[in-house]
């Protein structure tokens, strides 16, 4: 098993991964998400790794007919319930996104905030990029956002600490190869206690360019890059990398 399909990791990690600030900003992202795509009431859009419902919920409420796809029960089971407290309808799919298909089913497909590059091959890791791809329609959009290779160098930084949902974060960063992934390591220590724990992974790191080109092969007619969701440039202010697939 990889440490992606563990329920036990993402009970532990998920509240430190996604705090407040994540949440406040979903609404923001969602509707940058509708205005990117073209998107209008009732469009179908595939949230690739939804996890916890984050971004789902918020297009949903924004009229879009939502899909998550998700690897872990209990992420499903969170985004299920936050769709019912909103009052909102989101389809939620337990099913490994290296064998998901659906084609050419969705307007528009979105894997958002570093979900990609986790696989143990590039093989993996190109088999989730190709069934996205085969699953939207002609016409459609997808958008993916994540670290890559040079955000990971703009940004480096071997570690911090800091406090959140009641333990004591420390982390450790560290480059794999020539830059070929980044390796993290987060212990957490209980403010109330002195069980430590600890969990380290590896993000493989992808140059812009090589998934722009991947993109393509798998069918885009029209792939571009950003530095944000406003659109501003890839370039050295890049925030982060924004990827926009045309088919």
């Known amino acids: 098993m990889d440490w992606f399909e563990s329920e036990n990791f ?20 969602a509707q940058y998400v509708k205005d990117i795509a073209g998107l209008g009431e009732g469009d179908k859009i595939l949230d690739a790794g939804c ?15 939502v899909t998550g796809v998700d690897i872990i029960q209990s992420e499903l089971d969170a985004a299920r319930e936050s769709a019912e407290a909103e009052g909102v309808p989101l389809t939620l799919i337990n099913h490994d996104l290296r064998s998901f298909q659906a084609r050419e089913q969705f307007d528009c497909a979105i894997n958002l905030y570093t979900s990609f590059g986790y696989c143990a091959t590039i093989e993996e890791d190109m088999k989730i990029l190709k069934n996205i791809a085969d699953s939207v329609k002609t016409g ?24 959140r949902a009641g333990y004591k974060v420390v982390t450790h960063f560290e480059v794999v190869g020539a830059w070929e992934g980044l390796r993290s390591q987060w212990t957490l220590y209980p403010l109330e206690s002195k069980q430590a724990i600890d969990h380290t992974f590896i993000q493989r790191l992808y140059p812009a360019t090589f998934l722009r080109d991947k993109l393509i092969d798998f069918g885009y007619s029209k792939v571009n890059i950003y530095g944000d969701f406003d659109k501003s440039p890839y370039n050295e202010h890049a925030r982060t990398m924004l990827i926009i697939g045309k088919k």
Do not use: K, N
């Open 140 to 163: 459609g959009t997808f958008i993916i956002e994540c670290t890559s290779r040079e955000t990971a160098i703009m940004y480096f930084t071997a570690g911090e600490e800091f406090e």
């Open 10 to 29: 993402w009970t532990q990690y998920a509240p430190i991964m996604f705090d407040d600030a994540r949440w406040a900003e979903a609404p923001t992202v």
């Open 51 to 65: 996890g916890l419902g984050r971004i789902s919920v918020e297009l949903a409420a924004l009229g879009l007919d």
